[in-house]
């Protein structure tokens, strides 16, 4: 069973840059695509990054693309998340997600196709 754990948030300023880190244990990430997602107080989970099992395909939510990108590393088994030009509404807990399937050719945005999840880690932007 794969565990996820995040690492990497904290408190930076606007026009700030982080680095999430998402590493699994038990069985091998690297045949699962793994989507980021982020929860603000009183709002809904929604998706932040995704990426397909082998790297090749990656998807972003509107509100972050060119700010945000995400990597893997599958020897590492860690999926990456860099945060620059941060700004305050980016502040949330960012938790990463396995996909229920494996090796599916797409990344899904759907918090539903997801069902190992990390503990998440907060990430907060002041101005």
């Known amino acids: 069973q794969v565990q996820l754990v995040e690492s990497g948030g904290g408190l930076v300023q606007a026009g700030g840059s982080l680095r999430l880190s998402c590493t699994a244990s038990?069985?091998?990430?690297?045949?699962?695509?793994v989507g980021w997602f982020r929860q603000a107080p009183g709002k809904e989970r929604t998706f932040v990054a995704g990426?397909?099992?082998?790297?090749?395909?990656?998807r972003y939510a509107d509100s972050v693309k060119g700010r945000f990108t995400i990597s893997r590393d599958n020897a590492k088994n860690t999926v990456y998340l860099q945060l620059n030009s941060l700004k305050p509404e980016d502040t949330a807990v960012y938790s990463c997600?396995?996909?229920?399937?494996?090796?599916?050719?797409?990344?899904?945005?759907?918090?539903?196709?997801?069902?190992?999840w990390g503990q998440g880690t907060q990430v907060t932007v002041s101005s």
């Open positions: 990426i397909n099992w082998s790297g090749e395909i990656t």
């Open positions: 038990g069985r091998i990430l690297g045949s699962y695509a």
């Open positions: 997600a396995a996909d229920r399937l494996r090796r599916r050719t797409v990344v899904d945005g759907t918090v539903g196709e997801y069902d190992r």
